[in-house]
């Protein structure tokens, strides 16, 4: 099991142009979470989705958004970019339902992306 | 809101020393604590969750809901142990997965 994969591994953007980034998750698992992790910092949440829908969003603006497919995979768009959304963008899968209380989430290497 | 503090960006130790990485959280409801680390080239993991109350590689760490932290401790430390330990923090409502709020990190070094 390759675990968490996600795709590309580095991205060049300039600003104002607009991002895909990909993620499928870990074998089994059906909910996929999004985090952006700038320099120095520790991994921010974005948005998390679960039966095709997102279920929690983070503090980030609606340029951001995303999309689950019926196998899990998610992808992540980001419009307009601005230099600050320059980071490393992580991917983590889970398993969720009543019995899988709050299992532990699974990441992904991560997506660098750099806004030029 | 909820949030989590790792007062040390920096932790620098001798093998066989203790070593005990600080996170104090702030959360108003009932807040589920977890360890991630992330060694030299590799993904993110988890090292430990505090319902579980397992000893990974040796670490421990005590939820104390008085002081509100959450540190990570091992009482030797070794050279495999250098890497970045992150504290996060989710709710424990039991039956969901939801958001994992990160401290910043300690980069810890286990100098021979």
């Known amino acids: 099991d390759a675990g968490v994969t996600q795709s590309p591994t580095h991205l060049i953007k300039t600003r104002g142009q607009q991002v895909t980034l990909r993620c499928s998750p870990k074998s089994g698992h059906d909910t996929v979470s999004w985090y952006q992790q700038a320099l120095g910092q520790g991994p921010q949440f974005i948005f998390q989705y679960y039966e095709e829908e997102e279920r929690q969003r983070g503090n980030f603006p609606d340029r951001f958004s995303g999309h689950q497919f019926p196998n899990y995979s998610s992808e992540l768009n980001v419009n307009a970019l601005l230099l600050g959304d320059s980071a490393l963008y992580l991917c983590a899968s889970s398993l969720a339902g009543r019995k899988y209380s709050n299992q532990p989430q699974h990441f992904g290497d991560g997506t660098r992306l750099s806004i030029l | 809101a909820q949030r989590v503090t790792q007062p040390e960006k920096l932790l620098s130790v001798f093998k066989g020393a203790p070593v005990e990485l600080k996170c104090n959280y702030s959360y108003s409801g009932s807040p589920e604590l977890f360890w991630y680390v992330q060694y030299s080239r590799q993904r993110l993991q988890l090292l430990l969750r505090h319902i579980s109350r397992e000893s990974i590689k040796g670490f421990t760490a005590d939820l104390n809901k008085g002081e509100t932290s959450f540190h990570l401790k091992k009482p030797f430390a070794q050279e495999e142990d250098s890497a970045m330990y992150y504290c996060?923090?989710?709710?424990?409502?039991?039956?969901?997965?939801?958001?994992?709020?990160f401290g910043k990190g300690t980069l810890l070094t286990v100098n021979p």
């Open positions: 996060a923090l989710t709710s424990n409502s039991g039956g969901s997965n939801y958001k994992l709020t």
